[in-house]
């Protein structure tokens, strides 16, 4: 069978062939009563629209960039940050019919081929995630004017809207929480200092401490469940009578865990721990990780939220979304 065309449309519905196609373009510019009518014609005839045909018309792809500016390797690890936002992210751009184009730009040769990718004008719109401190899609991105959202603010100054949660409330949440808990030698395991998570989740623990009795005791990861490792291995070198550890993510929280019961050191008799993120595996560590609660699903909904508004509007600038950030106490802490 032939595919119906949309010259068989306006004969079914009685319309002109510009009629149909402003219906099907989703213009606002044809009354109620014959939208209707040659919406059934669309349904009785099984009219697909030409997605080719179409962008030319609505000068629109109905594709979205999401870009993650990680390698492969980390991407594809054992952190679920990545899956988590990269599905929430995509089922809500499903449910408003954009398709997602997933971009990983781990090095200087594939952040080139993003911005070559966006810049040729195959997606309407772009997600940043994981980006780092001389990551330069930001300020591309901006130069091109096309309308672009960063999940979390971006390290470096441009005018690009984002969605964030409050990492340095949520940090001063969690070393408060250990200061009423009466413990003295409190040491922080802090992220990556080229990404704004890991910055500000260091000053939270430093205002927490700023006006007790405490001093500052810094090891810095990566975000990953090894450099929680060493990081606390370090940590108990440096200070062995610690008996307190804030850790900017949870998964550096369970390689922190797995050190200290590998130096004779129980948690959370010797030494409380508490982390960032509240990932799934927090609640099966032994004992079960006190944390922050990151909202990472509401946070990749907002994102797409944010990006759809600006497609709708035509516009480039936004207000930053900052989500709240909640303490989880189980019993590492």
Do not use: W
Request: glycine share 6%.
């Amino acid at each position: 069978m032939k595919r119906p065309t949309l010259e068989a449309v306006a004969a079914r519905a009685g319309v002109s062939r510009a009629t149909v196609s402003r219906v099907v373009n989703g213009q606002s510019t044809v009354g109620p009563e014959i939208r209707d009518v040659v919406l059934r014609a669309v349904r009785e005839l099984g009219y697909v629209p030409n997605s080719a045909a179409r962008s030319l018309v609505t000068q629109r792809t109905d594709s979205i960039a999401l870009v993650v500016s990680e390698p492969t390797t980390r991407v594809f690890s054992d952190d679920p940050m990545f899956s988590t936002v990269i599905r929430s992210a995509s089922v809500e751009l499903e449910a408003a019919d954009k398709q997602v184009v997933l971009m990983l730009s781990g090095s200087a040769q594939s952040h080139a081929r993003v911005e070559r990718y966006i810049a040729s004008g195959h997606v309407d719109g772009v997600m940043l995630i994981s980006m780092h401190g001389a990551d330069p899609l930001p300020a591309a991105i901006t130069r091109m004017g096309v309308p672009a959202v960063s999940y979390g603010r971006p390290a470096v100054p441009v005018a690009l809207p984002y969605v964030d949660n409050d990492n340095v409330g949520g940090a001063e949440k969690a070393v408060k929480h250990l200061l009423e808990r009466g413990r003295r030698r409190i040491a922080t395991i802090a992220g990556p200092q080229d990404m704004i998570g890991g910055q500000d989740r260091l000053t939270g623990y430093r205002n927490a401490l700023r006006d007790s009795d405490r001093r500052s005791i810094v090891a810095v990861g990566d975000f990953t469940r090894e450099s929680g490792a060493i990081a606390m291995r370090q940590l108990l070198e440096d200070d062995p009578q610690l008996d307190a550890v804030f850790i900017a993510n949870d998964l550096m929280a369970i390689g922190a865990m797995q050190a200290l019961r590998q130096a004779g050191r129980s948690v959370p008799d010797d030494v409380a721990i508490v982390g960032f993120d509240d990932i799934e595996a927090a609640r099966y560590t032994d004992p079960p990780l006190t944390t922050v609660r990151h909202p990472i699903i509401e946070q990749a909904a907002a994102m797409v939220k944010l990006l759809l508004s600006l497609l709708e509007r035509g516009e480039t600038a936004a207000d930053p979304v900052i989500l709240t950030t909640e303490l989880v106490v189980r019993e590492s802490a």
